[in-house]
C-alpha cells in the first residue's frame, strides 16, 4: 500500500483567522488573586471549554506570549467568570494591557480567594492540574473546585465573526 | 500520555456539571473520516476549539465512550465540518449511535479523502497531532493541512437547545445620531 501523497498547503495566518472566525465561541475571564501582593489579575479566553465530568475538569488555552497568564497561575488556584451578553464592558477592560484591571469592574471574593465578577452567568472555581505546549499556545488543564450558577436566566456573551453577539434559541 | 489528577476535593456530580457547562455557548462541528472499505465515520462535538496559529492546530475533546472515535482515530486524519444553523437534522443524525449514520447526506471529499458535508460553515481538514486521556475524554490535537470557508452562518448549541448567533446591536453615540439625523 502507499501513502497518498498529501498536497500540504501552507495555511498563513489570515486564512486561519478567517477560517477559524467562523466558530461561535463563549467568553470567559480568568483571574486570579496574587497570594503575595494581593493584587488581582484577570484575562479574557474565548477557548473555555468542557473536558471531563469524572473528574471534574475544563480547559482552555492562552498564547505563548501572554503576560497575564503568568500572573494569574502565580496563585495557582484560579476563577472562571462566564460573560453575559451585557458584560462587554467587562470583556474589554479585562481585554486591555495594564495593571489593576479589576479595578474598574464589579467584583467579589469567593470561598476560594478568588475574584468572581459581578454579573456573570457562572463562576469556577479551579486549579491548575497540568499545562503542555501546543504550537503558539499553552493548553491548561484544571481541576473545578466549586461552580456555581447565577440566579435568573441571562443570555451569554458570544464572539462569532470579529463581533460580539449574543443567543437566540432556534424555533 | 494520561493526565489524571491524583486527588479533586469537590463533589461535582456529572449531573451537576452538566447542568453549569451547559450555560457555555459552543459551536458545533462534525468530526468525519472515511476507511479503507468506504464506510463514511461522523461525530459531533462540541469541543472543537482554534488553538494554534503558528503552526494552524486545532483540538476537540471527545468521550472515552465514544464508539465512533475509536475507528475514526485509525485513519489518523479528519474534516471538522463546523456546522451551520440550518443543519441541524444532519447534526440529530451524526449524533447516533450506531451505523449508517452517512446514510443520505450529501458530501463531497476533501482534499484529505475525509468528507465535506455539504452546507456547512466552514471545513477544517487535519492529521492528528497528539492525543491525550484526561479524565474520562480524550484531547485531540490535529495540524491542519487545508481549510477552507463554507457557506452560511454557523450553529450554536446551549443548554440542550440548538440557537443562532444574535448580534447585539451597539447604540450609535449620540454624535453619530445627529450627524445621521442631520444628513
Not at chain 2, 451547559?22 to 465515520?41: F, H, M, R, S
Not at chain 2, 494554534?52 to 472515535?69: G, I, Y
Request: charged content about 20%.
Amino acid at each position: 500500500m502507499t501513502a497518498p501523497v498529501l498536497e500540504r498547503r501552507r495555511i498563513d495566518s489570515d486564512t486561519y483567522r478567517a477560517v477559524m472566525r467562523h466558530l461561535p465561541t463563549g467568553v470567559a475571564a480568568i483571574c486570579s488573586t496574587d497570594p503575595v501582593t494581593g493584587a488581582q489579575n484577570g484575562m479574557i479566553v474565548g477557548t473555555f471549554a468542557s473536558l471531563s465530568m469524572e473528574p471534574a475538569l475544563v480547559t482552555f488555552s492562552v498564547m505563548h506570549s501572554s503576560t497575564s497568564w503568568p500572573r494569574i497561575s502565580e496563585a495557582g488556584t484560579f476563577s472562571v467568570s462566564l460573560l453575559a451578553e451585557d458584560q462587554q464592558q467587562v470583556c474589554r477592560a479585562l481585554s486591555a494591557k495594564g495593571e489593576d484591571k479589576l479595578s474598574a469592574v464589579d467584583w467579589s471574593e469567593s470561598g476560594w480567594g478568588t475574584p468572581h465578577l459581578h454579573g456573570s452567568l457562572a463562576w469556577f472555581d479551579c486549579r491548575i492540574e497540568q499545562q503542555f505546549t501546543a504550537g503558539d499556545h499553552l493548553v491548561v488543564i484544571a481541576s473545578v473546585l466549586d461552580m456555581t450558577p447565577a440566579e435568573g436566566a441571562s443570555a451569554p456573551l458570544i464572539f462569532h465573526g470579529g463581533r460580539f453577539g449574543s443567543f437566540r434559541e432556534t424555533a | 500520555m494520561d493526565i489524571t489528577p491524583s486527588a479533586v476535593p469537590a463533589d461535582i456530580t456529572p449531573a451537576y456539571y452538566r447542568q453549569i457547562l451547559g450555560k457555555l455557548p459552543t459551536g458545533v462541528t462534525a468530526i468525519t473520516g472515511v476507511n479503507d472499505d468506504d464506510e463514511k465515520l461522523g461525530l459531533v462535538v462540541g469541543t472543537f476549539q482554534s488553538l494554534s496559529l503558528e503552526p494552524p492546530l486545532v483540538m476537540f475533546c471527545v468521550d472515552k465512550s465514544s464508539s465512533s472515535w475509536p475507528k475514526l482515530r485509525k485513519l489518523q486524519k479528519f474534516t471538522a465540518n463546523i456546522l451551520s444553523d440550518d443543519q441541524i437534522s444532519l447534526c440529530r443524525s451524526l449524533s447516533r449511535k450506531g451505523p449508517q449514520k452517512f446514510e443520505g447526506l450529501p458530501c463531497s471529499a476533501g482534499p484529505l479523502g475525509t468528507p465535506h458535508l455539504d452546507g456547512a460553515a466552514a471545513y477544517i481538514d487535519c492529521v492528528v497531532t497528539a492525543e491525550v486521556l484526561v479524565g474520562d475524554h480524550y484531547m485531540v490535537v490535529g495540524s491542519v493541512t487545508n481549510m477552507d470557508e463554507g457557506s452560511g452562518d454557523a450553529l450554536l448549541f446551549r443548554a440542550g437547545k440548538f440557537g443562532q448567533y444574535l448580534p447585539i446591536e451597539i447604540p450609535a453615540p449620540a454624535e453619530a445620531t445627529a450627524a445621521r439625523s442631520a444628513s
